[in-house]
């Protein structure tokens, strides 16, 4: 034996909190109790019960995704990895794929289709605004794109998409597949798979519908499922490939070992969401995030990005400069529980309206935290102001 002695750790009790922290952060966020429950159960795989499970997800994710395709499929693995699994089987090595790039996942969707041997283009959407439909009508004109690729939000700076649905119309227009990143957006505000032309959409597990990290969702269209039919270039990605998982998700076969707990937590997380319905989900978080936004201007700060491309998923908050915004996460979590986000290398913060994230007691103990932080290193911040504020447009549900 080469290392006798085993390792001496510490209990993972002594390692967690004692009290768990309010994940208010861009990732990931807290999860209902049936799903915390779902996930710590394990079942066979395959079989009777694995096989009512998975009907029942492609069901309720046919109608969150809003399309009648049956190829919907769980992923094991981050929402990056669905992310992959929609760029390594839809584009071909060569392929000219038009990638609308706003931030780090937009981009991480063009260095992906590089990465399959795609010939990439980018078009590159100036700072704190949103793709313009015209910008992308322009690019499209050179022609040949075979597949477009867009985030709805991008969680990274926060900046909402809106012309998404303009932009989809164009893709195809074009011919062009299209494949949309909704990972912190679906389930929070509308996504309408089919009447939007999408054509491949990805989402994780632990942002809008709120369920565990690392199983993921797609769902490709009819088009995309020809197209992958048809491809005749080897698929270099044994576990991504599409025809090979569509052996589990649509025939109950073996492709390899389904995450079982995960797929039973994103069961209940999808039952929870057909419960409450989308218009009503919508609305929950179109109040809350509108809400928050509100209490946090009126106790004196200012978001990172202009109404007319803001997201509601994720919001962005200006640091002043004589303020270090990691020290504000710090004092946030150490002193009221309450865990935010910064962002990449940018002195700025980040609040979460995902899922669970938007409930009103989760919003008031946030902007506390926040508000009182701020204070504590010398913000001039106002937070009954900010308070009172956020409970007005809650109280009016605009
Ligand atoms: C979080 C996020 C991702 C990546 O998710 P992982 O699970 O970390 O791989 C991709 N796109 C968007 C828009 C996201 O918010």
């Known amino acids: 034996m080469k290392f006798p002695v085993p390792p001496s750790v510490i209990p993972l009790d002594n390692i967690l909190p004692d009290e768990p922290l309010l994940m208010m952060g861009a990732g990931p966020v807290p999860i209902p109790h049936k799903v915390a429950s779902a996930n710590s159960v394990v079942i066979n795989h395959l079989g009777d019960t694995m096989n009512k499970v998975i009907d029942q997800v492609k069901i309720m994710a046919r109608y969150v995704f809003q399309t009648s395709s049956s190829h919907v499929m769980g992923v094991s693995g981050p929402a990056s990895a669905a992310m992959e699994m929609a760029i390594a089987n839809l584009v071909q090595p060569g392929a000219r794929v038009l990638s609308v790039c706003n931030g780090v996942f937009s981009r991480r969707l063009a260095e992906m289709v590089g990465r399959v041997g795609g010939e990439v283009v980018r078009l590159e959407v100036p700072e704190k605004e949103c793709a313009r439909a015209d910008a992308v009508a322009e690019m499209l004109k050179d022609g040949g794109f075979q597949v477009l690729t867009l985030v709805q939000g991008e969680t990274s700076n926060t900046v909402w998409n809106r012309e998404l649905v ?201 902007l506390h935290a926040l508000g009182s932080a701020m204070r504590l290193e010398g913000g001039k911040i106002n937070l009954p102001a900010g308070m009172a504020e956020m409970e007005r447009i809650l109280a009016s549900g605009v």
């Open 166 to 366: 303009e932009i989809c119309r164009l893709g195809k227009s074009h011919g062009c597949l299209n494949v949309v990143d909704a990972v912190c957006t679906l389930s929070t505000m509308p996504m309408e798979m089919d009447d939007w032309l999408v054509d491949a959409v990805i989402t994780g597990g632990q942002k809008g519908l709120s369920s565990i990290p690392g199983v993921s969702l797609i769902a490709f269209s009819n088009d995309a499922w020809s197209f992958i039919e048809k491809r005749n270039a080897p698929m270099v990605h044994w576990c991504l490939d599409a025809r090979l998982a569509d052996q589990f998700w649509d025939k109950k076969a073996y492709h390899y070992t389904a995450p079982v707990s995960g797929i039973l937590a994103l069961h209940e997380a999808l039952r929870l969401i057909c419960d409450e319905t989308l218009p009503i989900r919508f609305r929950r978080h179109a109040v809350c995030s509108a809400a928050l936004q509100g209490g946090i201007e009126a106790m004196g700060l200012k978001l990172l990005i202009p109404p007319e491309a803001r997201l509601n998923s994720v919001i962005g908050i200006t640091v002043p400069e004589e303020i270090d915004a990691n020290q504000i996460r710090h004092l946030m979590s150490e002193l009221h529980k309450v865990e935010i986000s910064g962002a990449f290398g940018l002195n700025i913060l980040r609040i979460g309206q995902m899922g669970e994230q938007s409930r009103t007691h989760n919003l008031f103990r946030t």
